[in-house]
């Protein structure tokens, strides 16, 4: 059974910084695209950040220079390090994982609340 636990989520001031946690079981997970994408309220989901199993990374505009992708294969675990966060940085992240057959799964989220 796949899961992807995601944590760290939670309420921070405007110009504080989070750092996000996702827990990958049931996957092989050197196998696997990772990635983060979040849903504001109202808004359509978007992508935020994404490693490859390759290690490279593709960031949206947005998140360049503020946020950091990373995945520790030792423990099957991706993390996103969100720096000068802002209100519009409020949403629900998600943590997403893809073979390179397709196959996609997608945790539950963890809701991160930036105050002005």
């Known amino acids: 059974q796949v899961q992807l636990v995601e944590s760290g989520g939670g309420l921070v001031q405007a110009g504080g910084s989070l750092r996000l946690s996702c827990a990958a079981s049931?996957?092989?997970?050197?196998?696997?695209?990772m990635a983060w994408y979040r849903q504001a309220p109202g808004k359509q989901r978007e992508m935020v950040a994404r490693m490859s199993n390759g290690g490279t990374t593709n960031y949206a505009d947005s998140m360049k220079g503020r946020f950091t992708i990373s995945r520790d294969g030792a423990k099957d675990t991706i993390h996103l390090q969100m720096n000068s966060l802002k209100p519009e940085d409020t949403a629900v992240y998600y943590c997403?994982?893809?073979?390179?057959?397709?196959?996609?799964?997608w945790g539950k989220g963890t809701l991160v609340t930036v105050a002005p």
């Open positions: 049931g996957i092989t997970f050197s196998l696997y695209i």
């Open positions: 997403w994982a893809m073979a390179v057959n397709g196959m996609n799964y």
